[in-house]
C-alpha cells in the first residue's frame, strides 16, 4: 500500500507546485512573498533630506549685470535641472555653449550642458554632452563628460584639464580652479573633428580639455533638447552654490535681465530621499516591471557593498543545496534593469551564507564575493551595461569580457536570462534573449570543495553606486539530482 501511495502523493505535489529540499529545481514566481532570507537588504536608517534651490535670479554673483541663473544644486538619486529648450540635435550637428561660472559652496557635484529632458535619470546621464564642475573647498575641478543614447560614456580622453606630476612618486593630480571668484568657460561639439568620429572640446580660462567619441558611439546617437544647469544624478551628496551668466547658447545670446522662462524640473523643492549610498533596498516586491507571469518579483534598489563592514553587505536569497561544484547549476527568469548609475553592479546567483559574507578578506577591492558563481551585470562606463557570467571560486576570480557579452540597457526593456554551469566541460554559459557568452572555469577550481548554499542577489564586495533591478519568475538549482 506504501510503495503505491508516495509516488502518487509525489506526482500530486509536483502538480501543485510543491518541491522540496532534495529537488533538483525550483521555480519562484513571487506571487506572494517567499520567505527568502534576508541579511542587511532592508535599510533602516533615515533618508537624507535633500534642498533645490537654484533657476533665475536676479543676483549678480557671475560677475556681470543683475539677472543670472544658477544657486544650491544638491547631487542626488532624482534628477533636477533648469535649462533652455532647445531645437533637437544629434550626433551629426554642432553644438557650442559659453559664460562665465562662479562655485560659492564648499562642495558641489554640477553638470553645465546639453542633454534630454526625457532621459535624465542616472550618472552619467544619456543623450549628454557636458562640462561637469566639481567643487572642493577652496578650489573646483573641471571635468569633459558625455554619454550617447545607449548609455555608451566617455571622459576628458585624450587630454584632460592641466595636472601636475609629483617627479618622485610619477604621480599626477589635477590643477584646481579657484573657488569664489569668475571664470570663463566654453564647451564645443564638432561631429567632424576626430576623422569624422566626434570630437569635443572644453576650454576654461584658457584651459583645454579635448574628448574624442569612443569608437561606434556616434553611430549610438543622442538627441539633445536641452542646455543647462543640471545635477548629477546618482545618489545624495554635498550641494553648493553655482552661478551661470553671459550664457550663449549655439550663437544666441541669453539675456538674464529678466527671466527668460527656461524649463524647470525639481530645482525649487526639498524632500528626504532613500537613495543614499549603501542604503539597500532589495528583496521581495508586490511589483511587476520584469514581465513575469503575475504581481510580485525580485529587486530593488542594489548598491555595491563594501566587505570592510559588516553592515556594508547584503543578500536576499532561497536557501539551497548545500550545492558543489562537481554538479549542473542551472538559473533562469525575466529581468528588466530599470537604472543604472556608473561605477555601479549587481550580481545574481550560487554562493555560501557564511563565507560569501566574511568581512576584510579583500579590504573593499575585491569585486565579487567568495564564494561566487552567477551574472553579473555593470559597465564599464563606456560600453554602458553588460549581462554576463562570473565567479570567485577557491581564490580565483573570473568573467566574461569583451564586446560580446550580451548588453543591458536600463532604459525598462523586459528580457529572458538564463545560466548553465556544466562540471564536465568547467564552462558555464549565459544569454540573454538571444544573446549568449561563456566563461571557461578553471581545472583546478573545478576540484575544490566549495559549498554554496544560498541562491538569491548578494552585493559585491568594492563600493560604488546603485541600480533598480527587478527578476521575475526564475527557475534555480535548489538541491542535489
Not at 209 to 238: M, P
Not at 323 to 332: E, G, I, K
Not at 357 to 369: A, D, S
Request: hydrophobic residues 30%; glycine residues 14%; proline residues 6%.
Amino acid at each position: 500500500m506504501m510503495r503505491t501511495l508516495i509516488p502518487v502523493v509525489l506526482i500530486i505535489a509536483a502538480a501543485l507546485g510543491f518541491r522540496g529540499q532534495d529537488a533538483r529545481t525550483k521555480t519562484e514566481r513571487f506571487d506572494r512573498d517567499p520567505g527568502w532570507e534576508g541579511v542587511n537588504n532592508r535599510a533602516t536608517s533615515p533618508g537624507r533630506p535633500i534642498t533645490q534651490n537654484f533657476g533665475y535670479s536676479k543676483t549678480a554673483n557671475a560677475g556681470g549685470r543683475p539677472g543670472e541663473m544658477g544657486g544650491l544644486i544638491t547631487p542626488c538619486g532624482e534628477a533636477a535641472y533648469y535649462a533652455k529648450r532647445i531645437p533637437p540635435r544629434g550626433l551629426n550637428e554642432p553644438l557650442e555653449a559659453s559664460g562665465k561660472f562662479v562655485g560659492q559652496g564648499n562642495e558641489y557635484n554640477v553638470l553645465i550642458g546639453f542633454f534630454n529632458s526625457g532621459t535624465v535619470k542616472e550618472w552619467r546621464t544619456p543623450n549628454s554632452i557636458a562640462l561637469r564642475f566639481y567643487g572642493r573647498g577652496d578650489v573646483f575641478y573641471p571635468y569633459l563628460e558625455y554619454a550617447t543614447s545607449r548609455w555608451r560614456a566617455g571622459a576628458d580622453s585624450p587630454g584632460g584639464f592641466s595636472e601636475i606630476k609629483n617627479a618622485e612618486t610619477g604621480r599626477s593630480r589635477l590643477v584646481g580652479f579657484a573657488a569664489r571668484k569668475p571664470h570663463t568657460w566654453s564647451l564645443r561639439y564638432d561631429p567632424l573633428g576626430n576623422d569624422g568620429s566626434g570630437l569635443i572640446t572644453a576650454i576654461v580660462d584658457g584651459e583645454t580639455a579635448i574628448c574624442h567619441l569612443g569608437k561606434g558611439h556616434k553611430a549610438d546617437g543622442a538627441t539633445f533638447n536641452r542646455f543647462g544647469l543640471l545635477n548629477v544624478v546618482k545618489s545624495a551628496d554635498g550641494g553648493g552654490e553655482v552661478w551661470l551668466d553671459d550664457v550663449k547658447v549655439n550663437g544666441v545670446s541669453e539675456d538674464f535681465s529678466k527671466d527668460p522662462g527656461w524649463d524647470a524640473r525639481g530645482n525649487r523643492t526639498k524632500y528626504v530621499t532613500n537613495e543614499v549610498r549603501q542604503r539597500f533596498d532589495f528583496g521581495y516586491s508586490p511589483t511587476h516591471h520584469a514581465g513575469g507571469r503575475g504581481k510580485g518579483e525580485l529587486g530593488g534598489l542594489v548598491y555595491r557593498g563594501d566587505d570592510r563592514s559588516q553592515n556594508s553587505m547584503a543578500y536576499y536569497a532561497d536557501r539551497v543545496g548545500p550545492l558543489r561544484l562537481n554538479q549542473p547549476l542551472h538559473a533562469s527568469g525575466r529581468v528588466t534593469l530599470r537604472r543604472a548609475v556608473s561605477d555601479s553592479t549587481a550580481i545574481l546567483g550560487f554562493f555560501n551564507s557564511r563565507e560569501s559574507m566574511r568581512i576584510g578578506r579583500t579590504g573593499g577591492q575585491g569585486g565579487f564575493p567568495e564564494p561566487f558563481l552567477g551574472i553579473a551585470i555593470e559597465g564599464p562606463s563606456r560600453e554602458g551595461f553588460f549581462l554576463y557570467p562570473a565567479y570567485n571560486l577557491a581564490g580565483e576570480r573570473a568573467y566574461a569580457d569583451g564586446d560580446s557579452r550580451p548588453r543591458i540597457l536600463p532604459n525598462g526593456a523586459t528580457h529572458s536570462w538564463s545560466l548553465n554551469y556544466d562540471p564536465t566541460t568547467g564552462r558555464i554559459r549565459v544569454t540573454l534573449g538571444k544573446e549568449s557568452v561563456t566563461l571557461e572555469v578553471k581545472p583546478e577550481v573545478l576540484q575544490s570543495a566549495t559549498t554554496l548554499d544560498r541562491f538569491g542577489i548578494i552585493t559585491t564586495t568594492t563600493d560604488g553606486n546603485a541600480q533598480a533591478i527587478y527578476f521575475d519568475d526564475i527557475s534555480y538549482t535548489a538541491g542535489n539530482p
